[in-house]
Protein backbone atom coordinates (compact mmCIF):
# COMPACT_ATOMS: atom_id res chain seq x y z
CA UNK A 1 0.00 0.00 0.00
CA UNK A 2 1.06 3.51 -0.79
CA UNK A 3 0.45 6.44 1.98
CA UNK A 4 -1.49 9.07 0.09
CA UNK A 5 -2.15 11.85 2.47
CA UNK A 6 -0.30 11.46 5.61
CA UNK A 7 -1.20 14.03 8.67
CA UNK A 8 1.84 13.51 11.34
CA UNK A 9 0.43 14.92 15.09
CA UNK A 10 -0.82 18.15 13.44
CA UNK A 11 -2.05 21.30 15.63
CA UNK A 12 -2.87 24.75 14.25
CA UNK A 13 -4.38 27.25 16.37
CA UNK A 14 -6.18 31.15 15.31
CA UNK A 15 -5.67 34.21 17.37
CA UNK A 16 -9.27 35.62 17.62
CA UNK A 17 -9.51 38.94 17.49
CA UNK A 18 -11.55 40.00 19.99
CA UNK A 19 -10.42 43.41 20.09
CA UNK A 20 -10.30 45.05 17.28
CA UNK A 21 -10.27 48.23 17.93
CA UNK A 22 -7.87 50.64 21.05
CA UNK A 23 -10.88 51.38 23.04
CA UNK A 24 -11.58 47.71 23.34
CA UNK A 25 -8.23 46.29 23.29
CA UNK A 26 -7.79 49.23 26.34
CA UNK A 27 -11.24 47.57 28.33
CA UNK A 28 -9.84 44.18 28.06
CA UNK A 29 -6.75 44.67 29.10
CA UNK A 30 -8.12 46.74 32.37
CA UNK A 31 -10.55 43.77 32.91
CA UNK A 32 -7.19 41.85 33.20
CA UNK A 33 -8.98 39.76 29.60
CA UNK A 34 -6.47 39.03 27.08
CA UNK A 35 -6.69 40.98 24.26
CA UNK A 36 -6.49 38.82 21.27
CA UNK A 37 -6.60 34.74 22.93
CA UNK A 38 -5.11 31.69 21.02
CA UNK A 39 -7.72 29.15 19.84
CA UNK A 40 -6.70 25.44 18.85
CA UNK A 41 -8.88 24.63 16.14
CA UNK A 42 -6.62 21.11 15.82
CA UNK A 43 -4.98 19.73 18.53
CA UNK A 44 -2.09 16.58 17.69
CA UNK A 45 -4.34 14.94 15.07
CA UNK A 46 -2.66 12.04 13.42
CA UNK A 47 -3.90 9.83 10.77
CA UNK A 48 -2.84 8.53 7.03
CA UNK A 49 -4.87 7.94 3.98
CA UNK A 50 -3.74 5.12 1.76
CA UNK A 51 -3.65 5.53 -1.67
CA UNK A 52 -6.89 5.11 -3.44
CA UNK A 53 -8.67 5.29 -0.31
CA UNK A 54 -11.97 7.25 0.04
CA UNK A 55 -12.32 9.03 3.56
CA UNK A 56 -15.02 10.52 5.09
CA UNK A 57 -14.04 13.66 7.45
CA UNK A 58 -16.56 14.69 9.84
CA UNK A 59 -17.67 16.78 12.96
CA UNK A 60 -19.96 18.97 14.57
CA UNK A 61 -19.53 22.62 13.17
CA UNK A 62 -16.32 23.81 14.11
CA UNK A 63 -14.62 21.05 14.62
CA UNK A 64 -12.04 21.73 12.76
CA UNK A 65 -12.35 20.07 9.39
CA UNK A 66 -12.02 23.12 7.27
CA UNK A 67 -9.12 24.08 8.68
CA UNK A 68 -7.45 20.16 8.20
CA UNK A 69 -8.55 20.24 4.59
CA UNK A 70 -6.76 23.93 4.14
CA UNK A 71 -3.39 22.17 5.61
CA UNK A 72 -3.54 18.86 3.47
CA UNK A 73 -4.26 21.39 0.35
CA UNK A 74 -1.40 23.68 1.31
CA UNK A 75 -4.06 26.28 1.89
CA UNK A 76 -2.56 26.31 5.79
CA UNK A 77 1.03 25.87 7.27
CA UNK A 78 0.60 23.53 10.20
CA UNK A 79 2.01 25.03 13.93
CA UNK A 80 3.24 21.74 14.47
CA UNK A 81 3.61 18.40 13.35
CA UNK A 82 3.29 17.97 9.46
CA UNK A 83 1.62 16.99 6.20
CA UNK A 84 2.37 14.86 3.60
CA UNK A 85 1.05 14.71 0.52
CA UNK A 86 1.70 12.17 -2.50
CA UNK A 87 0.81 13.85 -5.93
CA UNK A 88 -1.55 16.80 -6.94
CA UNK A 89 -4.22 17.58 -5.20
CA UNK A 90 -7.54 19.40 -6.55
CA UNK A 91 -10.81 19.68 -5.19
CA UNK A 92 -13.12 22.19 -3.51
CA UNK A 93 -12.79 23.71 -0.41
CA UNK A 94 -14.37 26.85 0.09
CA UNK A 95 -17.04 27.77 -2.75
CA UNK A 96 -15.51 31.06 -3.88
CA UNK A 97 -11.59 30.17 -3.57
CA UNK A 98 -9.97 31.05 -6.89
CA UNK A 99 -12.83 33.07 -8.26
CA UNK A 100 -13.30 36.73 -9.44
CA UNK A 101 -16.55 37.76 -9.12
CA UNK A 102 -16.45 40.51 -11.67
CA UNK A 103 -15.03 38.53 -14.05
CA UNK A 104 -17.43 36.01 -16.27
CA UNK A 105 -17.92 32.35 -15.44
CA UNK A 106 -15.87 31.96 -18.57
CA UNK A 107 -12.81 33.41 -17.64
CA UNK A 108 -13.06 31.97 -14.14
CA UNK A 109 -13.05 28.16 -15.28
CA UNK A 110 -9.23 29.58 -16.95
CA UNK A 111 -8.51 31.62 -13.81
CA UNK A 112 -9.22 28.75 -11.36
CA UNK A 113 -8.10 25.45 -13.70
CA UNK A 114 -4.62 27.61 -13.44
CA UNK A 115 -4.70 28.02 -9.88
CA UNK A 116 -5.41 24.20 -9.54
CA UNK A 117 -2.28 23.62 -11.66
CA UNK A 118 -4.01 22.46 -15.16
CA UNK A 119 -1.88 24.38 -17.94
CA UNK A 120 -4.22 26.51 -20.90
CA UNK A 121 -4.38 23.91 -23.23
CA UNK A 122 -5.56 21.59 -20.83
CA UNK A 123 -8.25 23.70 -20.08
CA UNK A 124 -9.30 24.24 -23.13
CA UNK A 125 -9.34 20.48 -24.03
CA UNK A 126 -11.72 20.19 -21.09
CA UNK A 127 -13.82 23.29 -21.41
CA UNK A 128 -16.86 22.08 -23.06
CA UNK A 129 -16.94 19.40 -20.11
CA UNK A 130 -16.74 21.57 -17.28
CA UNK A 131 -19.54 24.38 -18.95
CA UNK A 132 -21.69 20.89 -19.91
CA UNK A 133 -20.93 19.39 -15.97
CA UNK A 134 -21.66 22.91 -14.07
CA UNK A 135 -25.12 23.58 -16.24
CA UNK A 136 -23.78 27.34 -16.70
CA UNK A 137 -23.88 27.73 -20.41
CA UNK A 138 -26.15 30.48 -20.42
CA UNK A 139 -24.59 32.10 -17.99
CA UNK A 140 -20.83 31.62 -19.03
CA UNK A 141 -20.56 35.50 -19.98
CA UNK A 142 -22.38 36.58 -17.09
CA UNK A 143 -19.83 37.51 -13.97
CA UNK A 144 -19.76 34.82 -11.33
CA UNK A 145 -20.51 37.65 -8.79
CA UNK A 146 -24.16 37.38 -9.88
CA UNK A 147 -24.31 34.15 -9.78
CA UNK A 148 -26.52 31.99 -7.01
CA UNK A 149 -24.67 30.18 -4.61
CA UNK A 150 -25.74 26.87 -6.03
CA UNK A 151 -24.40 28.09 -9.67
CA UNK A 152 -20.73 29.17 -7.93
CA UNK A 153 -20.73 25.58 -6.35
CA UNK A 154 -21.98 23.99 -9.66
CA UNK A 155 -19.00 25.80 -11.43
CA UNK A 156 -16.67 25.29 -8.62
CA UNK A 157 -17.13 21.66 -8.36
CA UNK A 158 -16.88 20.66 -12.67
CA UNK A 159 -13.37 22.83 -12.92
CA UNK A 160 -12.36 20.84 -9.88
CA UNK A 161 -13.56 17.77 -11.13
CA UNK A 162 -12.05 18.09 -14.39
CA UNK A 163 -8.35 18.45 -12.99
CA UNK A 164 -6.56 14.91 -13.17
CA UNK A 165 -5.32 14.83 -9.35
CA UNK A 166 -4.31 12.30 -7.98
CA UNK A 167 -5.72 13.20 -4.28
CA UNK A 168 -9.64 15.17 -4.14
CA UNK A 169 -10.74 17.05 -1.50
CA UNK A 170 -14.57 17.90 -1.45
CA UNK A 171 -15.92 20.04 1.57
CA UNK A 172 -19.86 20.39 2.06
CA UNK A 173 -19.99 21.61 -1.31
CA UNK A 174 -22.80 19.31 -2.50
CA UNK A 175 -24.78 20.53 0.21
CA UNK A 176 -25.83 24.16 -1.66
CA UNK A 177 -26.84 22.23 -5.41
CA UNK A 178 -30.19 21.03 -6.25
CA UNK A 179 -31.19 17.63 -5.55
CA UNK A 180 -30.19 16.46 -9.58
CA UNK A 181 -26.76 18.02 -9.39
CA UNK A 182 -26.11 16.21 -6.38
CA UNK A 183 -27.03 13.18 -7.31
CA UNK A 184 -24.76 14.43 -10.43
CA UNK A 185 -21.72 15.18 -8.25
CA UNK A 186 -22.00 11.88 -6.15
CA UNK A 187 -21.57 10.15 -9.49
CA UNK A 188 -18.74 11.93 -10.59
CA UNK A 189 -16.93 11.59 -7.11
CA UNK A 190 -17.83 7.21 -7.72
CA UNK A 191 -16.10 7.36 -10.48
CA UNK A 192 -12.70 9.75 -9.20
CA UNK A 193 -12.88 7.01 -6.41
CA UNK A 194 -13.11 4.00 -9.29
CA UNK A 195 -10.33 5.68 -10.71
CA UNK A 196 -8.32 4.99 -7.83
CA UNK A 197 -7.70 8.81 -6.64
CA UNK A 198 -7.55 9.35 -3.54
CA UNK A 199 -10.58 11.10 -1.49
CA UNK A 200 -11.13 13.36 1.25
CA UNK A 201 -14.91 13.95 1.66
CA UNK A 202 -15.88 16.31 4.49
CA UNK A 203 -19.53 16.18 5.36
CA UNK A 204 -23.04 16.23 7.80
CA UNK A 205 -24.38 13.63 5.34
CA UNK A 206 -24.73 10.73 6.48
CA UNK A 207 -25.82 8.63 3.63
CA UNK A 208 -23.56 10.22 1.33
CA UNK A 209 -20.48 9.67 3.19
CA UNK A 210 -21.83 6.03 3.51
CA UNK A 211 -22.31 5.96 -0.26
CA UNK A 212 -18.91 7.23 -1.14
CA UNK A 213 -16.72 6.19 1.48
CA UNK A 214 -14.97 2.52 3.49
CA UNK A 215 -13.90 5.10 6.49
CA UNK A 216 -14.41 7.80 8.47
CA UNK A 217 -12.27 10.10 10.27
CA UNK A 218 -14.42 12.58 12.79
CA UNK A 219 -13.13 15.25 14.36
CA UNK A 220 -13.82 16.79 18.39
CA UNK A 221 -13.29 20.12 19.45
CA UNK A 222 -9.99 19.82 16.99
CA UNK A 223 -8.64 16.63 18.16
CA UNK A 224 -9.44 13.18 16.85
CA UNK A 225 -12.49 11.76 18.20
CA UNK A 226 -12.58 8.11 16.02
CA UNK A 227 -10.82 6.87 13.03
CA UNK A 228 -12.75 3.62 11.61
CA UNK A 229 -15.64 2.42 9.52
CA UNK A 230 -18.78 4.80 8.55
CA UNK A 231 -21.12 3.22 10.54
CA UNK A 232 -19.58 3.38 13.30
CA UNK A 233 -18.51 6.90 13.07
CA UNK A 234 -22.43 7.58 12.32
CA UNK A 235 -22.91 5.86 15.44
CA UNK A 236 -20.14 7.34 17.68
CA UNK A 237 -21.49 11.37 16.59
CA UNK A 238 -25.14 10.33 17.33
CA UNK A 239 -25.81 10.84 13.69
CA UNK A 240 -28.23 7.31 13.33
CA UNK A 241 -31.49 9.12 13.05
CA UNK A 242 -30.30 11.36 10.17
CA UNK A 243 -34.39 11.65 9.57
CA UNK A 244 -35.80 12.91 12.68
CA UNK A 245 -33.17 16.26 11.77
CA UNK A 246 -34.16 18.33 14.86
CA UNK A 247 -33.75 15.09 17.26
CA UNK A 248 -37.43 16.00 18.74
CA UNK A 249 -38.84 12.87 17.73
CA UNK A 250 -40.90 14.35 15.06
CA UNK A 251 -43.06 16.66 17.31
CA UNK A 252 -43.84 19.57 15.40
N1 LIG B 1 -8.76 32.19 10.18
C1 LIG B 1 -9.31 31.88 11.35
N2 LIG B 1 -9.16 32.70 12.42
C2 LIG B 1 -9.69 32.40 13.62
N3 LIG B 1 -10.39 31.27 13.87
C3 LIG B 1 -10.57 30.44 12.84
C4 LIG B 1 -10.05 30.68 11.53
N4 LIG B 1 -10.40 29.64 10.72
C5 LIG B 1 -11.11 28.79 11.50
N5 LIG B 1 -11.20 29.26 12.76
C6 LIG B 1 -11.87 28.60 13.89
O1 LIG B 1 -11.41 27.27 13.97
C7 LIG B 1 -12.48 26.39 14.31
C8 LIG B 1 -12.55 25.29 13.30
O2 LIG B 1 -13.05 25.84 12.09
P1 LIG B 1 -13.34 24.97 10.80
O3 LIG B 1 -13.79 25.90 9.75
O4 LIG B 1 -12.16 24.12 10.53
O5 LIG B 1 -14.55 24.05 11.30
P2 LIG B 1 -15.41 22.98 10.47
O6 LIG B 1 -15.28 21.68 11.18
O7 LIG B 1 -15.06 23.05 9.05
O8 LIG B 1 -16.89 23.52 10.73
P3 LIG B 1 -18.19 23.53 9.76
O9 LIG B 1 -18.87 22.19 9.93
O10 LIG B 1 -19.02 24.61 10.36
O11 LIG B 1 -17.76 23.83 8.37
C9 LIG B 1 -13.72 27.25 14.42
O12 LIG B 1 -13.99 27.53 15.76
C10 LIG B 1 -13.37 28.51 13.67
O13 LIG B 1 -14.03 29.62 14.21
MG1 LIG C 1 -16.10 23.67 7.34
Known amino acids: MTESVVVDH ?15 R ?41 TLLKL ?35 ENIFLNAAILGMGETEVQGKFDEIVEFAGIGRLLDTPV ?23 FIIDEVLAVGDPPFKKKCI ?14 FVSHNTTQVKRLCTRAVVLEEGRLGFDGSVADAVHHLRYDDDTDEDGDGGEI
Not at 28 to 40: C, I, L, M, S
Not at 79 to 104: C, K, N, W, Y
Open 26 to 66: LVRRVEGQETNPKFVALDDVSFTVEQGEAIGLMGLNGSGKS
Open 72 to 106: ISGVLRPDSGSVLTRGRIAGLIEVTAGFHPQLSGR
Open 187 to 200: KRIKQVRDEGRTIV
Open 145 to 167: GRYSSGMFARLGFSVAAAVDSDI
Open 10 to 24: VSKQFTLQNARTLKQ
